[in-house]
């Protein structure tokens, strides 16, 4: 199966009401066209952001539960020499450090009637990863039936994603379906219709709550991503 791409100026807001939102995931082409981070380098990063503190978890299924803190220069020092798949996996504004904010704009359709701060923390939901070649996000589904959107900013990642219905092929995410092996060996996901795509600097990729994703950067990858509910279906969720 392959996936939509997208340019902003051909898709109204009704169309993707209509034809994507809760439904299937597409990139989104010509959003980050004016984004300030768009012309940022590991060294630029480094220079300018080099002393922020931030999070950092290793790229399997075990790794993501346990997070440590580092200064973000000493994460890039090390992002050639990085045999442990250590991933930055940065919500910086959990961090206080809202100020990287301003460094993008995320695209109405995202924005528009959606809840996009955690309730009880009063936390916004924003990421920023940066990681070698190979580091990665095992297969899961979001948080708290939260949708997603992920942007490119330099290098490429390679998606899978699966629709919820094939949730009883999926061994609770404990596959890596990057990985010829455990694709044999976990017969069940045979049932299942996995949709494959790279995704490069300039795109958007929305994730729709509850769809199975697995992420690799093929190289060094720095994306910026955030989680939202559509409004309606948070009222429905606190009932
Ligand atoms: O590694 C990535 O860019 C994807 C991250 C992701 O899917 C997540 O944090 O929910
Ligand atoms: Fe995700």
Redesign the pocket.
């Known amino acids: 199966m392959l996936i939509d791409k997208i340019r902003i100026e051909d898709l109204s807001y009704e169309r993707f009401l209509s034809d994507y939102a809760d439904k299937k995931p597409f990139i989104l082409l010509g959003a980050m066209e004016n984004w300030e981070c768009r012309q940022w380098t590991l060294d630029f990063i480094k220079e300018k952001y080099g002393d922020r503190i931030v999070t950092i978890r290793k790229s399997d299924i075990e790794g993501v539960k346990t997070f440590k803190q580092v200064r973000l220069a000493n994460y890039i020092e090390h992002i050639h020499d990085n045999e442990d798949r250590w ?1 930055c ?1 940065w919500n910086f504004t959990a961090l206080n450090q809202k100020d990287l904010d301003l460094v993008y704009s995320s695209p109405d359709y995202f924005t528009k009637d959606t809840l996009r701060v955690d309730d009880e923390t009063g936390q916004d939901f924003k ?1 920023f ?1 940066l ?1 070698s070649e190979q ?3 095992p297969l ?1 589904q ?2 708290n039936k939260t949708h ?1 959107w ?1 942007a490119v900013i330099f290098g490429q ?1 390679d998606w899978v994603f699966f629709h919820p219905d094939d949730t009883p092929y999926l061994y609770e995410g404990n596959i890596n379906v990057f990985d010829q092996e455990d694709m044999e060996q976990k017969t069940l996901v045979k049932q299942a219709t996995p949709i494959y795509f790279s995704q490069k600097p300039g795109e958007i990729i929305y ?1 729709p709550r509850n769809w199975w ?1 697995q ?1 690799v ?1 093929a190289e060094h ?1 720095l ?1 910026v ?1 955030e ?1 939202f509910w559509f409004k309606q279906e948070q009222l429905i969720q606190q009932g």
């Open positions: 991933y996996d990421w990863f990681g580091t990665g996000t899961h979001d948080f997603a992920n990642k994730a994703h992420v950067n990858t994306a991503s989680n």
